[in-house]
């Protein structure tokens, strides 16, 4: 294993923060998969889970076992983790602008359009290695002024040459789940079998270009823009949603990452015999589908259905009590589907989000992932 700190542009004179690397087997062997953890830096079961994940990859590095190149980045997020306000953590939001830390990732589809006209030809393999160098040589280019900036660009410098990739995530109460493009379902089917995900949410652009769209978008609108020329789907990449900001224990720890490492023998890089996929435990379902459950007015959440639950349209999911009239209103599920995640606090102000409903039918279009 190698280790490299990375530094970030400073804030003020005399404030350094640094990124942490970790690589595992060959620089530049295909394929190369890039996993972090804890973008949004208040979501600790990530960061217990690549632990596991960094001791497994040592061992496995010592007996030989990486036939690719693995890039972790354990903590992806030293800026949200250092922030506390009162004594209250806030990691998903920065608080220099208030904008949410897994938005608004560099763009690279038009720069690297632009470089590669004319310059395709019939080898899938060396289009590939020209996008590759298209995507990164266009990221050179993007400024990179503050601390936020800076990271985004180091992350995606790390990931967006990769063959894989896994942004490691969690919701405030949930079970198992992911986010991927929909061309990309079939790619991260055996990972969500082995997870054990209760939902997989499909779109082919969810808004606002969090950062496993950054990497994987590119190459699906390529592929759109360049027909008459092979261009694989490269840079495959799902959010992985372990569970809720609550469930950090060595025992969910020690078997996500474990059914990461079977992905990866999956993928080639990692070699080894080829693990047992479970049956699914979800069908892909579109994330226009996902019914966001909102507060229609203020009250005390009363929840009458666990994550996980399957629900029916009309049934009724939570109740809010008006704590000074004592009325009582119910808030019903709009779709059939699993309550996949809800609300980790219990008061709401009215438009609050108290959960999520993975249905079958798209009833939502515009910008489709929370806030």
């Known amino acids: 294993m190698k280790t490299e700190t990375l530094a970030l542009p400073g804030a003020t004179p005399g404030v350094s923060i640094g990124l942490t690397v970790l690589r595992f087997g060959q620089s530049g062997a295909r394929p190369k998969i890039y996993v972090q953890a804890g973008l949004h830096a208040d979501e ?23 036939a690719g190149e693995v890039v972790l980045v354990p903590v992806a997020n030293p800026i949200g983790l250092s922030q506390r306000v009162n004594g209250v953590f806030h990691g998903r939001f920065d608080m220099a602008d208030g904008g949410n ?17 004319g310059r ?28 936020t900036e800076g990271l985004k660009k180091h992350l995606l410098a790390e990931a967006v040459d990769a063959d894989v990739v896994l942004d490691i995530h969690c919701d405030s109460e949930a079970v198992m789940h992911l986010y991927t493009l929909t061309p990309q379902a079939e790619a991260f089917a055996p990972l969500s ?10 779109a082919t652009e969810s808004g606002d270009d969090p950062f496993d769209e950054a990497v994987s978008r590119p ?8 027909p008459d020329a092979p261009i694989p789907l490269g840079g495959l ?11 950090v224990t060595e025992a969910y720890a020690d078997a996500d990452a474990a059914a990461i490492v079977d992905f990866l023998v999956l993928r080639g890089a990692v070699s080894g015999p080829a693990p047992a996929i479970p049956d699914a435990a979800c069908r ?69 989000r108290l959960g999520k409903i993975a249905g079958d039918t798209p009833i939502r279009t515009g910008k489709l992932l929370s806030p």
């Open 237 to 247: 990449s799902t959010t992985l949603e372990l569970r809720g900001q609550a469930d």
């Open 44 to 66: 600790s079961p990530g960061h217990l889970a690549a632990q596991s994940l960094r001791r497994r990859l040592e061992a496995l590095e010592a007996e030989g076992r990486i």
């Open 101 to 117: 830390f897994n938005r608004h990732f560099p763009n690279l589809t038009e720069a690297t359009a632009a470089a590669i006209a």
């Open 284 to 352: 892909p379902t579109p994330l226009a589908g996902s019914q966001a459950l909102e507060a229609p007015c203020p009250g005390i959440i009363v929840f009458h259905r666990e994550a996980g639950d399957v629900v029916s349209t009309g049934d009724v999911v939570a109740t809010l009590v008006d704590p000074v009239s004592g009325a009582r209103t119910p808030v019903p599920a709009r779709t059939d589907g699993v309550l996949y995640a809800r609300c980790g606090t219990r008061f709401a102000h009215a438009g609050k």
């Open 120 to 147: 395709l030809g019939r080898d899938e393999a060396a289009n590939a290695e020209l996008v590759r160098s298209a995507l990164k040589a266009a990221l050179a280019d993007v400024p990179a002024r503050t601390p």
């Open 193 to 202: 079998a082995l997870l054990g995900a209760r939902a997989m949410l499909l």
């Open 219 to 226: 190459w699906f609108e390529l592929r759109r823009r360049f």
